[in-house]
């Protein structure tokens, strides 16, 4: 961009592009792809509990009761307590998604090798949700069981994998 000055020739200065290829367009980006695979990894986990006709995990609102506690905030009693505990768990569940998407977005700019976007997109969104639960001592990984594994993995790397195909979309 060429400006002119009152008193001298025109200069070259550097504007930050909120456009095409700037901080903008990575931010939306990320949270659309982010959108994207967690709407897959959701799929993946429904599927899973019809096939398996298992039930839901509730780590989810653990996690936001335990959080409530430490801060000393009342979610209320009864019903409306385990309704705000659902709501927020899930809630969490795509702030994950989206937070992962985004701390991937920078290396989305260029153009990553599919089985390592994959890996690194599903890796940031399980250590996004498993981290914090077992900081909090909500569930421990090492007492996991193969199956419970599974049923943490395969979602994150169908994440991971939707998460990727949007990025690429976008680009």
């Known amino acids: ?45 429904y599927l899973d509990m019809a096939v398996r006709a298992r039930g839901g995990s509730s780590t989810p609102q ?23 505990k659902e709501a927020i768990g899930a809630l969490l569940g795509f702030a994950t998604g989206v937070g992962a998407a985004l701390c991937y977005a920078p ?12 890996l690194a997109l599903g890796g940031l969104a399980m250590a996004g949700s498993n981290v914090p639960m077992t900081a909090l001592g909500v ?7 193969a199956s419970s594994w599974m049923s943490d993995v395969v979602p994150h790397l169908v994440y991971g994998a939707a998460t990727y195909a949007a990025y690429q979309r976008l680009r």
């Open 62 to 84: 653990d996690t936001v009761q335990k959080m409530a506690d430490d801060v000393r905030v009342g979610l209320g009693e009864g019903e409306k307590a385990e309704n705000r």
């Open 1 to 45: 961009m060429l400006v002119r000055t009152l008193h001298g020739p025109p200069e070259r200065i550097k504007v930050v592009s909120w456009g095409s290829g700037g901080v903008m367009r990575t931010f939306i980006n990320g949270v659309i792809a982010g959108a994207v695979g967690t709407s897959a990894l959701n799929a993946t986990t």
């Open 139 to 145: 569930t421990d990984p090492r007492e996991w069981s």
């Open 107 to 118: 290396l989305a700019r260029r153009r990553v090798p599919w089985p390592v976007g994959v």
